[in-house]
Nanobody, 128 residues
Framework: VQLQASGGGLAQAGGSLRLYCVIS????????IGWFRRAPGKEREGIGC????????SYIDDMKGRFSISKDNANYTMYLQMADLEPDDTAVYYC??????????????????????WGKGTQVTVSS
C-alpha cells in the first residue's frame, strides 16, 4: 500500500492550497482515509477523514470550516482543500489509511492510532 501526498508549497496568509493523496496498492472497500499534520515542535494532529466511498466525512474539532476533504474514487485520490490559510497552518501534511471503516454516529472514526498506512507527507508553509 502506498499513499503519495502532494500539492504542498508556499502560500500567503489568507490564500488557498489543495493537497492531493493518491492511493495505490489497496483496492478493497470499507476503509477510512484521512489527513493529519505535524507543525514544527508540535504533536501530530488530525484534520479529518473520509469514508472509502466518499460519502461520509468527519473533521477534528476546529478543522471544519477552512478545510474540506473530498475523494475521487475513479482516480483513487483524496483531496484536502484549505482556505484562508494562516501561518499556524505551516506543517507537514500526511495522508493515512485505516483498513476499516467504523462510525461514531454518522461520521467515520478518525484517530491517528487507527491508521495502518501513512504517506510521507507534503510540506505546507504559510507566510504572513
Amino acid at each position: 500500500v502506498q499513499l503519495q501526498a502532494s500539492g504542498g508549497g508556499l502560500a500567503q496568509a489568507g490564500g488557498s492550497l489543495r493537497l492531493y493523496c493518491v492511493i495505490s496498492g489497496f483496492d478493497k472497500g470499507g476503509y477510512t482515509i484521512g489527513w493529519f499534520r505535524r507543525a514544527p515542535g508540535k504533536e501530530r494532529e488530525g484534520i479529518g477523514c473520509i469514508s472509502s466511498d466518499g460519502d461520509y466525512t468527519s473533521y477534528i474539532d476546529d478543522m471544519k470550516g477552512r478545510f474540506s476533504i473530498s475523494k475521487d474514487n475513479a482516480n483513487y485520490t483524496m483531496y484536502l482543500q484549505m482556505a484562508d490559510l494562516e501561518p499556524d497552518d505551516t506543517a507537514v501534511y500526511y495522508c493515512a489509511i485505516d483498513r476499516t471503516l467504523e462510525f461514531r454516529g454518522y461520521t467515520p472514526q478518525c484517530d491517528d492510532g487507527r491508521m495502518d498506512y501513512w504517506g510521507k507527507g507534503t510540506q505546507v508553509t504559510v507566510s504572513s
